[in-house]
Nanobody, 121 residues
Framework: VQLQAFGGGLVQSGGSLRLSCVASASGSILTVYDMGWYRQAPGKERELVAGILGGGDTVHVDSVKGRFTISRDNDKNTVYLEMNNLKPEDTAVYYC??????????????WGQGTLVTVSS
């Protein structure tokens, strides 16, 4: 199972970015359950930013509520994170996380490679 994340970069405070993460499995059908975004700032532990269940229910950490929105496209096995009104404290490496299963296999937890978001003041 591979997760490819896109969309990080450098943006000024108050700006916007959209992250995408595509889950795939070479030559196999992948069943995707929960999807989410985490982030890790320098010197800090990795933390959940937002999650979205298979049925569409979402959760956003308090610090990003009203600014970030998680969504998914089940046909494309893709999860998005729309980030608006970015602040310097949002600077971090953002990781996508997917709970998925290959045919006949148990559900597993998978991580993307991380994409850096830098917000300048």
């Amino acid at each position: 199972v591979q997760l490819q994340a896109f969309g990080g970069g450098l943006v000024q405070s108050g700006g916007s970015l959209r992250l995408s993460c595509v889950a795939s499995a070479s030559g196999s059908i992948l069943t995707v359950y929960d999807m989410g975004w985490y982030r890790q700032a320098p010197g800090k532990e990795r933390e959940l930013v937002a999650g979205i269940l298979g049925g569409g229910d979402t959760v956003h950490v308090d610090s990003v509520k009203g600014r970030f929105t998680i969504s998914r496209d089940n046909d494309k096995n893709t999860v998005y994170l729309e980030m608006n009104n970015l602040k310097p404290e949002d600077t971090a490496v953002y990781y996508c996380n997917v709970k998925a299963a290959l045919p006949g296999r148990e559900r597993n937890n998978y991580w993307g490679q991380g994409t850096l978001v830098t917000v300048s003041s």
